[in-house]
């Protein structure tokens, strides 16, 4: 009966030291107090106790999950696909806000707000098949550069988000993405990423047209059938997708407040969290006057609600992770 | 060391059996063969291994995994609605196809086809909140009876479909409902009854509103942004909730055409299957003719796509679970 006894000890030892080491870009502050304390309490047979089919937490991902300055990358891709596309768009030098990225004024192109952002995204978007376009994503997420850090953008992700989507999947969870970015932009990396797979991915989308092309069925993007999974589309997106209300959701701006609204008003144990870019050193600081990811009602209304608030600057000892 | 054999020898019997025994209700004839040889050829390391997270697999429902007959289930649900409400709407009672439907002349109820089925569905769902719906889905599947067994709706689902769905999740697949019925009518019980959870149920849907009552967030349902899971709306469905191309389809009528040629039609290996209804003695029969499954173009077709036809009366040995 030796072996089994030794397996038993190595056994409590890996978990003691997984429990111990699981978020080590975490400080040991009030926010990972908070989840570790969570996820043990819902774990753990009693009255708080979640069983793991019911185990959804909901993320944000620009901003929560990956940086979202100067602009959310998206735009950026968008700005992208602009340029590529313009020799077959002749008209886009006197339209704006086509005109404005063609010139590179960005500030321009951006004076229409979200309405110009979503203009400029399906017109880039409709009218591409989704294996051409997922192709377009894949080439775009492994070449194009952050125009602050030069990094590739899926090295601006956050080190201590991919610690605990792996904590919590450790811990029978499934996370999901809840974003406004669109859904299909997300699905081709994000599985690489952060473990997150394309069923797990819920976004903002278009229309989609199944035909025959050369006798070979594609599904192409269309200009209808908008659906935009942020603010009060985000609970709308995850009973659309999901099916059930989460039991863990984070977000960091205004964008994700019926997010968090939503997941917090459930009965039973629930767990809402806000990423603060307060790091003006390490990252950017923003909130209540930013014009992407603003932060104002959720954060004024965090303390009554019981939501955390993780502070970049004093939560996180590292930022991105360390080889990207 | 005695023991690590003793246990890898229990393991190996263990497997044996289990794959022996994991299709019992399956005749031993091409239908079985062509899945287990399929579920093998896909697992096994080699030229045609697919990974454990592209092995999704489709299912339609309706007569597919459970009963059809004498109409679909949720037209019965909605019929019984329709009954429930009718004090609130006494315009029904001069208004078709509701009407009919109070009188219970079934058939000139449905006289109308889809397009009457959809207006009543819209009229008994929408403006109700989802956990109102759930609630009203979870009594009526677990009190009403089917017209012609008597048994619950729950009882009218196949046994063979439930081992298949089993003997998938065992090795590896991720099974989805892939229907046109709602959506929410699904959710409810998909999960007690085919071990299916919510997030892994794709059908019909109309539109939600997320606002407050009583100061307590709810979703409403709302009679826009209609979206009908059948036909070209299948892999439209697939796409916008999975974000990835089946390996395997299964389903039994020419509204699950669409789907097994957008999954038979990718690359690497693929499975299609069509469950025909040919056993009027343990269950009924019916292809081309009839005004609900009908099978005539995906039937004529399986051949040259290489679609598998399951006889109902020759390869399955037992049609419906043993007790219900």
Redo the contacts between chains.
């Keep these: 009966m030796k072996?089994?006894i030794l397996l038993l000890s190595t056994a409590l030892v890996t978990l003691a030291h997984a429990a111990a080491d699981a978020l080590p870009s975490w400080a040991d502050s009030a926010s990972k107090k908070a989840i570790v304390e969570f996820v043990g309490k819902v774990t753990t047979q009693g009255p708080h106790f979640v069983p793991p089919?019911e185990r959804?937490a909901v993320f944000d991902n620009d901003g929560t999950l990956w940086a979202e300055q100067p602009l959310y990358f998206q735009a950026l891709f968008v700005f992208d696909r602009i340029k590529a596309l313009a020799s077959a768009h002749p008209e886009w030098k006197e339209k704006e806000p086509f005109a404005s990225v063609l010139r590179g004024d960005v500030k321009s192109a951006l004076a229409g707000g979200e309405h110009a952002l979503l203009e400029m995204t399906i017109a880039t978007h409709a009218g591409m098949t989704?294996d051409a376009f997922e192709q377009t994503v894949r080439e775009w997420i492994t070449t194009a550069r952050h125009p602050k850090t030069g990094v590739l953008y899926t090295g601006m992700v956050y080190q201590p988000m991919l610690e605990l989507l792996a904590y919590l999947r450790e811990h029978g969870f499934?996370p999901?993405i809840v974003s406004g970015g669109g859904?299909?932009f997300m699905?081709p990396w994000a599985?690489r990423v952060y473990g997150i797979?394309?069923?797990?991915?819920v976004g903002s989308?278009i229309g989609?047209?199944?035909r025959l092309e050369d006798s070979?069925?594609v599904?192409v993007k269309t200009a209808d059938a908008i659906f935009i999974d942020d603010k009060?589309g985000k609970?709308?997106g995850i009973?659309?997708?999901?099916?059930?209300r989460p039991v863990i959701a984070i977000g960091n701006s205004d964008g994700d407040f019926?997010m968090l609204?939503?997941t917090t008003?459930g009965a039973g144990p629930r767990l809402g969290m806000i990423v603060r870019h307060d790091d003006a050193t390490r990252e950017w600081a923003y909130d209540r006057e930013s014009t992407i990811g603003r932060l104002s009602r959720a954060l004024d209304e965090a303390p009554q609600r019981g939501w955390h608030v993780i502070s970049m600057q004093h939560d996180w000892l590292v930022i991105h992770p360390p080889t990207r």
């Design positions: 072996l089994p089919a959804i989704t499934k999901f859904v299909e699905r599985e797979p394309p069923e797990q991915v989308s989609l047209s199944y070979k069925p599904l009060a609970p709308t009973q659309r997708q999901i099916g059930r019926e609204e939503w008003s």
